[in-house]
């Protein structure tokens, strides 16, 4: 398949989602199906353009990246105006079940891909776009601040920090470089950051900022050069 316009791939390092993505197939009634993209359309424009990061960020109350049951129905109800005699409450709670198992990982929340595969067959050009936008995005500098803090306080040993004894945990196979799984390891595991202080699509994006060779990998350079508090080259 044809890698995105850097050559990179996805986020985590696999085949691009537009190429490998499994086709979205709801089994909610047709015309209930068209309402909700007839909807979703209309409810994006604004006078740039379409804009649906920010539909979807609007509803994204406490900016996990991800919509919960309610707000993924506070969406249906109060943006798109779509009341329940048109889409039952049943029948809400069925998109979010089918949105939420769409990638493979019940995660209890739908992300923007997961709505962007729903809405499919109006949004191709578009989620070219939102996918090269997030790659490209700054990293969360408040995000950032918490990394950078959690690392300090996991790095202290009785003779002081040892980044280098941190990072050679993490690195099981003693490679020098940390793979995606290793990196969300550390990040879960070690620094105890949660999906809500930092969610997987910034994990990815973190990964790929920082794996600057393309390598597939992050090496200990390039991890610590994003911990030092001077370094500012990944928020800017």
């Known amino acids: 398949p044809d890698l995105d316009d850097d050559g990179y791939g996805n986020l985590d390092g696999s085949m691009p989602v537009m190429t490998d993505t499994p086709v979205f197939r709801s089994r909610l009634r047709p015309v209930a199906v068209e309402l909700i993209r007839h909807r979703w359309a209309a409810a994006s424009y604004t006078p740039a353009g379409q804009n649906w990061r920010a539909l979807f960020d609007k509803e994204d109350s406490d900016h996990s990246g991800l919509l919960d049951a309610g707000e993924l129905k ?3 109800r109060r943006v798109l105006k779509i009341p329940p005699r048109e889409l039952s409450d049943q029948e809400v709670m069925q998109l979010f079940r089918e949105l939420d198992e769409y990638d493979g990982h019940e995660d209890g929340g739908v992300c923007l891909d997961d709505l962007l595969a729903f809405l499919g067959p109006m949004n ?10 997030r790659r490209r995005a700054p990293i969360n500098p408040e995000t950032l ?7 300090a306080a996991a790095s202290y040993t009785s003779e002081g920090q040892n980044w280098q004894a941190l990072f050679d945990h993490q690195d099981a196979d003693g490679s020098g470089e940390l793979d995606l799984g290793e990196l969300k390891s550390l990040l879960r595991r070690v620094l105890k ?20 060779d393309r390598s597939g990998t992050v090496s200990v350079d390039e991890l610590f050069a994003l911990l030092r508090p001077n370094e500012g080259n990944l928020v800017n």
Not at 125 to 131: I, L, V, W
Not at 193 to 212: N, Q, Y
Request: aromatic share 8%; glycine share 2%; hydrophobic share 40%.
């Open 124 to 133: 191709e050009s578009h989620n070219r776009f939102e996918a090269r936008a």
């Open 74 to 76: 506070s969406l249906i």
């Open 193 to 212: 950051l949660t999906a809500s202080d930092i969610p997987d699509a910034e994990v990815g994006r973190l990964f790929k900022k920082l794996d600057k």
């Open 145 to 151: 601040e918490l990394l950078r803090h959690r690392w």
